[in-house]
C-alpha cells in the first residue's frame, strides 16, 4: 500500500510537507503543494485516519472543468451547472483547461488540493495521473460531454451517433456526394464518435469515400480552417461540408472564403452544434444542436446524487436538426472538376494515414 513517506520522497519534500499539502493546510508554498499532489496522483496515494476525514468534510462546493471556455457549447453548459448548482444550494469553482491535455492535468491537480465535494468535468481524453488519483481518492465525479476510456465514472454527453445520422439524411435529401468531413481529433471522445458514425456510414447514404475530403483539427477554429484549406490543396471541390463542431465549422467557413471567393456561396455547410450567427450566413449553416444546458443540469445533478450516496448512471442528450437550407437540390454538381493536385503525395500526407 502507498504511503505518505512514498508521496513525500517521490515529491522531493519532508514527510511534514507531504502531511501538511494532503491535510488540507495553508503553510506549504505553490510549488511543494504541486509536487505532493502530482506525486499523490501519480500513486494513486488515497489518504487515511485524520487527513482524509478533514479533506473530505462537505463545503457545498463543487469543481467544473470545462474543455474551451471560448465554445460557446461549453459556455452554455457551464452556465446551466452553475445554475442548477446554486438551486440545490452549491457553489461552483470554474476552470478552462483550453482543449490542452497539461493545462487539464495541472488544474485537476490544482482542484485536488481544494476541499470541494464533488467534481465536473469536461475531459481531454487520454490516460491522467492526475485524474486517477481524483477516481482512486473517492472523489465524486461526473463527466459531461466527453467520456474518458476505462473510467466508471457517470458520463452525460450528447447522442454523437444519433446527430451524425440526422446529417447524412440530411446531406442525401440534398443530393450531395462530394462532401468534406472536417473532424475532431480521434484522441477525444467526441471526435472519434462522430468521424466513426460518419464515415461508417456515408457510403450508404451515396456519399464519396474518398479519403481526400476528410481531415481533422483539435475543435478549435483556426485548426477548422486549416483542416479545410488542406482539403481544398488536395484539388477537392466540395459541395457540402460536415464540420464536427461549431468552431471547426466556423474555421472551415472562413477558409472556404478565403481560398473561394464568391464560389464559397455554392458550398452548403452543416455543423455537429449550432452557433447563434449560423442563421445570419450566406448560405446560412444548417446544424445539429446539442442540448448543452440540459447536459449541464443533468450533470450537476448526476453529481449531487454521488456526493449524497446515491447512484448516478450514464445518459445519451438526443439532438434536433436545425435545416437552414432552401429548396433541394435536384443535383449537386462539384463548383469545378476536381484536380488531383496532390496525387505524388507520400502515404504519410494522407488524411487516412497514422497521425
Same mark, same amino acid.
Given at each position: ?43 494513486? /496515494? %488515497?489518504?487515511?485516519? @485524520? ?7 462537505? +463545503? ?11 465554445? =460557446? ?17 452549491? +457553489? ?23 476541499? %470541494? ?5 469536461? @475531459?481531454?481524453? $487520454? ?22 476510456? $476505462?473510467?466508471?465514472?457517470? +458520463?452525460?454527453? &450528447?447522442?454523437?451517433?444519433? $446527430? ?27 471526435? !472519434?464518435?462522430?468521424?466513426?458514425? /460518419? ?17 481533422? $483539427? ?18 477537392? *471541390? &466540395? ?39 449560423? !442563421?445570419?450566413?450566406?448560405? @446560412?449553416?444548417?446544424?445539429? *444542436?446539442?442540448?448543452?444546458? +440540459?447536459?449541464? *443540469? ?8 454521488? %456526493? ?29 472538376? @476536381? ?7 507520400? #502515404?504519410?500526407?494522407? #488524411?487516412?494515414? =497514422?497521425?
Amino acid at each position: 500500500m502507498v504511503t505518505i513517506k512514498d508521496v513525500a520522497a517521490r515529491a522531493g519534500v519532508s514527510l511534514g510537507t507531504a502531511s501538511r499539502v494532503l491535510s488540507g493546510g495553508a503553510h506549504t508554498s505553490a510549488d511543494s503543494r504541486s509536487r505532493v499532489l502530482a506525486a499523490a496522483a501519480e500513486l494513486n /496515494y %488515497i489518504a487515511h485516519g @485524520p487527513a482524509r476525514s478533514l479533506r473530505r468534510a462537505k +463545503t457545498d462546493v463543487l469543481g467544473l472543468l470545462v474543455s474551451d471556455i471560448r465554445n =460557446p457549447f461549453f459556455s452554455e453548459l457551464a452556465h446551466a451547472a452553475e445554475r442548477e448548482a446554486r438551486r440545490l444550494g452549491y +457553489t461552483v469553482l470554474l476552470a478552462n483547461s483550453d482543449e490542452d491535455a497539461a493545462q487539464e492535468a495541472a488544474l485537476l491537480r490544482a482542484f485536488a488540493s481544494q476541499r %470541494i465535494d464533488g467534481f465536473l468535468l469536461a @475531459p481531454q481524453g $487520454g490516460d491522467s495521473s492526475a485524474l486517477r488519483g481524483l477516481l482512486g481518492g473517492g472523489m465524486p465525479l461526473v463527466c459531461v460531454d466527453r467520456t474518458v476510456r $476505462g473510467s466508471e465514472a457517470p +458520463t452525460i454527453a &450528447p447522442d454523437n451517433a444519433g $446527430g451524425v445520422a440526422l446529417v447524412l439524411e440530411w446531406l442525401r435529401g440534398r443530393g450531395h456526394r462530394e462532401v468534406a468531413f472536417v473532424g475532431g481529433p480521434a484522441t477525444i471522445s467526441t471526435g !472519434a464518435e462522430r468521424r466513426d458514425a /460518419y464515415l461508417s456510414r456515408r457510403a450508404e447514404h451515396g456519399i464519396s469515400t474518398d479519403p481526400a475530403l476528410v481531415d481533422e $483539427g483539435d475543435f478549435q477554429a483556426d485548426s477548422g480552417a486549416a483542416a479545410m484549406r488542406r482539403i481544398l490543396g488536395r484539388g477537392m *471541390r &466540395p459541395t457540402a461540408v460536415f464540420g464536427a463542431d461549431g468552431l471547426m465549422t466556423l474555421g472551415a467557413v472562413r477558409a472556404l472564403r478565403a481560398e473561394l471567393g464568391d464560389a464559397a456561396r455554392g458550398v452548403e455547410l452543416v455543423s455537429f452544434d449550432d452557433l447563434d450567427w449560423f !442563421a445570419l450566413t450566406d448560405p @446560412p449553416v444548417s446544424a445539429v *444542436r446539442t442540448d448543452a444546458s +440540459t447536459i449541464g *443540469r443533468l450533470g450537476i445533478a448526476a453529481l449531487v446524487d454521488l %456526493i449524497n450516496g446515491r447512484a448516478a448512471v450514464s445518459q445519451r442528450v438526443p439532438s434536433a436538426f436545425i435545416d437552414r437550407a432552401g429548396p433541394a437540390r435536384a443535383t449537386a454538381p462539384p463548383l469545378s472538376p @476536381p484536380t488531383r493536385r496532390g496525387r505524388g503525395r507520400t #502515404p504519410a500526407s494522407r #488524411p487516412d494515414a =497514422p497521425r
